[in-house]
């Protein structure tokens, strides 16, 4: 059975840094897009950052410049340094990995960010 872990949440001050990290264990192969979601209370999740198999990585317009993911795929890992944090920021963030057939969730690491 495979899982996700998320660490690295925490209380911050804004224009902090904190780095997100994700590890996937049990079997799992061939993985496509991994991603970073995140879901603030009373709003939506949404994507915030993926990094697809070749590389190429796509951004939220509202962390552009401030975030950067990244992924190990020796490892089966995939992070998210996350700098210049802003209380807006402040959200529950989910490690997301995709295959061809299914769609892996992390349980979620809870990054606050204070004014």
């Known amino acids: 059975q495979v899982q996700l872990v998320e660490s690295g949440g925490d209380l911050v001050q804004a224009g902090g840094s904190l780095r997100l990290s994700c590890a996937a264990s049990?079997?799992?192969?061939?993985?496509?897009?991994m991603g970073w979601y995140r879901q603030a209370p009373g709003k939506e999740r949404e994507l915030v950052a993926a990094?697809?198999?070749?590389?190429?990585?796509n951004y939220a317009d509202s962390v552009k410049g401030r975030f950067t993911i990244s992924r190990d795929n020796r490892k089966v890992m995939v992070y998210l340094q996350m700098n210049s944090l802003k209380p807006e920021d402040t959200a529950v963030y989910y490690c997301?990995?995709?295959?061809?057939?299914?769609?892996?969730w992390g349980k979620g690491t809870l990054v606050t960010v204070s004014s």
């Open positions: 990094i697809f198999s070749g590389g190429g990585t």
């Open positions: 997301n990995m995709q295959t061809q057939y299914m769609n892996y």
């Open positions: 049990g079997s799992i192969f061939n993985i496509g897009a």
